[in-house]
């Protein structure tokens, strides 16, 4: 009764639908290359804003200049805590007067060594507020290099621009420069998860009871 | 020079209740270095946070035979069995940890999530809930501890044994090429600040240190010992009522004089 009737519509339909078939494919194609371009370049641009330091600083200049390595600047107190990122008082013997030609250097003294003020520096690697990170263990106690974390910034010869995560607050160094969290080197990124990977690897204070990995009181605080 | 650095400590403490007055020091030297919040009004004890907590007890009797004691109660950092303490065992996030190593009871603020199972399962209401953000007094965010981490609201929080500290001495060690701490290397803030000397804190692993000997005292005793809690703050008092109170001693349960070894 109902027989080419039926045909009819389903050929028509099947017509129509390879038709439309080509567009849903071409549309999904735009799509996931629009949501990939948005995921993996516009994205990261929303995410970090870019902030730069106050003035430049040329690592390898600087390297050149004195004894005892990245330790000449960046050295242990005597408590065994580590004193960071060099204040003032570090630079002001050579830079109490302007030194070469570079306008950083100028702008160094001007506003900074002669006023006595200390520079706001951005630092990269800041970690978050409920880590502790012990320098001394790891240089002196593990004998580690500095680069082995903190990549060959001695080489450098300016600063890179200081990238903030919006929503955290934290540098990018901390998460990594590849937006997908892989890693070619040691110094790529400085989670969690880069800590414990050495520390389970040589067995570093494998002491809890929760996972039998490393206990949570050694790296927080 | 002798290698003894995979030695395993266990931090502990030895309060001396004959020796405490009450004055309430370690709370407030523990309040100041844990950068522990508190309200305006904290007339409600039940939502106010304390670390370290100094109860009274009375014997209950008239005068004179009136007599009373007071008990500072810090975590009591229960080893339980082989480290499965009472909240770690019952932590669905990994945030409180009991390490081998220290023999301390770890909690990590980030970890946490507030389902507060570890508080239900605590015997000793050592564990505080943040039921709000602190809020510090004008000019006082500038007075905190930078060693220790502020909590945020929801999230559970409890005494450490002033854990920064001993990461501090060992920083210390460190420097100087040592992997072992001497005994005042490391003292909690409330042991340093008890004007009577009740508190004594070291590692019960270690002869060299007074809680060693102090822990075997015969008016030694601990919290609760028949829950089996294993805890490493033990308390020293030659008051047998107190003694008995410290083990929730109910009429025709006779538990003095038996420090029952964990099993």
């Known amino acids: 009764m109902s027989t080419s009737d039926d045909l009819k519509t389903k050929k028509d339909s099947v017509e129509a639908g390879d038709g439309s078939g080509g567009f849903i494919i071409l549309f999904f194609i735009i799509g996931l290359v629009a949501s990939l371009i948005s995921g993996w370049l516009l994205f990261p641009k929303l995410l970090y804003s870019e902030k730069k330091q106050p003035i430049d600083f040329n690592h390898a200049l600087h390297m050149e200049l004195v004894d005892e390595g990245c330790e000449s600047c960046h050295f242990f107190r005597e408590d065994g805590t580590y004193a960071g990122v060099p204040k003032l008082a570090q630079c002001i013997d050579c830079h109490e007067e302007v030194q070469g030609e570079s306008p950083d250097e100028a702008t160094f003294v001007e506003e900074y060594v002669t006023k006595g003020r200390e520079v706001p520096w951005l630092i990269y690697s800041q970690q978050p507020d409920c880590v502790f990170f012990s320098h001394v263990a790891h240089v002196k106690g593990a004998g580690m290099d500095c680069a082995t974390c903190h990549g060959p910034i001695g080489e450098s010869t300016s600063l890179k621009v200081y990238e903030e995560n919006r929503i955290t607050g934290y540098s990018r160094d901390i998460w990594g420069k590849n937006i997908s969290g892989i890693k070619k080197h040691t110094w790529d990124r400085m989670k969690m998860d880069d800590c414990a990977e050495c520390h389970v690897k040589n067995g570093v204070n494998q002491s809890s009871v929760q996972t039998g990995k490393g206990a949570c009181f050694v790296c927080h605080k | ?263």
């Open chain 2, 1 to 263: 020079m002798k290698k003894e650095h995979s030695k395993a400590k266990k931090y502990g403490m030895v309060i001396d209740l004959d020796k405490c007055t009450g004055c309430g020091a370690c709370m407030v030297a523990c309040m100041a270095e844990n950068n522990v919040p508190f309200k305006k009004d904290e007339s409600n004890k039940l939502d106010s946070i304390t670390w370290l907590r100094v109860f009274k007890l009375t014997n209950g009797k008239s005068f004179p035979d009136a007599d009373t004691c007071y008990l500072p109660r810090p975590c009591m950092h229960c080893e339980g069995e082989h480290g499965h303490a009472p909240c770690v065992s019952v932590c669905p996030a990994t945030a409180t940890d009991y390490s081998h190593e220290t023999g301390i009871v770890s909690q990590i603020y980030t970890r946490c999530f507030g389902c507060r199972y570890c508080m239900a399962a605590c015997p000793y209401h050592a564990r505080y809930f943040n039921w709000w953000d602190p809020v510090w007094p004008e000019g006082m965010e500038k007075l905190l501890n930078p060693n220790v981490s502020v909590r945020m609201r929801g999230v559970v929080e409890k005494c450490s044994f002033c854990f920064h500290r001993y990461q501090a001495a060992k920083e210390k060690a460190y420097y100087e090429g040592r992997q072992e701490l001497e005994e005042d290397e490391y003292q909690t803030a409330c042991t340093q600040a008890c004007p009577a000397g009740a508190i004594t804190f070291g590692d019960l692993n270690n002869p060299k240190h007074a809680v060693y000997e102090l822990k075997k005292d015969k008016n030694a005793f601990r919290l609760l010992e028949r829950l089996g809690t294993n805890p490493k703050v033990y308390y020293i008092s030659t008051r047998k009522w107190v003694r008995q109170a410290g083990d929730n001693y109910l009429e025709g349960y006779e538990t003095e004089g038996k420090v029952k070894k964990h099993r």
